[in-house]
């Protein structure tokens, strides 16, 4: 790639060119055209890219070898403080989570839009204020096993990471909200309890890992990707998000994102991490990220030899949702029976 000075030199051949030859005008166009609108992009680059904060990264990172996917979602109902003890029994270093916005613009703990799944009610998350999404059993749908059923709150951001801290674990939100408030409470509870060394924000949508870094260059961000994120709503690929030529365009979103994700596209984020399905990592993935001074983090493990060819072999961390190195662990004490029942019913 050319830099911004060898542009402005061509551009003054260029100009050269046009004035003392006027032949060559109506040739040179083109080639002018070009080349002003590389300067133009370069120049834009330059100045809108974030820069990583690598520093902080690097302490984050350190120890972290398996994080719990929305705390212990096998144990306790997922993006709990339930689920989340039942991570910090397993002695995981970090726990991610999903946040979403009330009616009232709270940031809570919500993977879906509605609160069908968790809670057995069909109403929007986006459509109730706080005070009415505390009443709800964030454990209506749970099948607990072997254990005595208890009603889940559904948390706030600031309780969730009041829990984390209190615990000593690290934090990683995974959010689908882009809006000011979102942001603006994101990182809020990052700034004010000094937490750059303890949380990494992450998204599906780049523009919002881009965001967050604008409003605070000192946080950590990573971007979370699988193939055909945009044009299907399920990891099978099964579900078109739309229909006729609109998930032709989805697909073709989904290509050019695959593309920028090899290239340019976390230069200009600056994140910190790549979080991906276990499925679509391997060691020149692994390389090509590492290149880019991204760190690998793979979604989900619950595989007790493909987490630890991961972790030993690749250097790549992992969310879980069961904790199979905590099983792994208990082989030899007298509850693992009780464990593995509990786990896998």
Known sequence: M?????????????????FVSPSFRGFLLLPAFIVILASALMI?????????ASATAGKFFLGFRVGGHRGSPKLAPENTIESFEKAREANVDLIEFDLSLTKDKIAILMHDDS?????????????????????????????????ERKVCKVPTLEEAVSFCRN?????????KDGSHEMISQVMNAISHNNLYEEVIVSSFFPWIPYAVKKADPKILTGITWRPYFFSYSDIENKKPRFNGLKHYAAIALDWLNVKLLHTVLPQFLGVEMILTQEGDIDRTFVNDMKEKSLQVVAWTVNDQYEMDYFVNSLKVF????????FIFHFFSSENHLEILDMIFG
């Open 167 to 175: 615990s000593k674990i690290k934090m990683l939100f995974d959010i």
């Open 2 to 18: 050319f830099s911004l000075m060898q542009y402005g030199a061509i551009i003054f051949i260029i100009i050269c060119f046009y």
């Open 44 to 52: 834009s680059w330059r100045l809108l890219k974030h820069h990583q």
């Open 115 to 147: 609160l069908q799944r968790t809670c057995g009610e069909p109403m929007l998350v986006s459509s109730l204020l706080l005070a009415e999404i505390i009443e709800k059993d964030a454990a209506k749908t749970f099948t607990f096993q072997g254990a």
């Open 318 to 325: 992992s969310l879980e949702d069961f904790f199979l190195h």
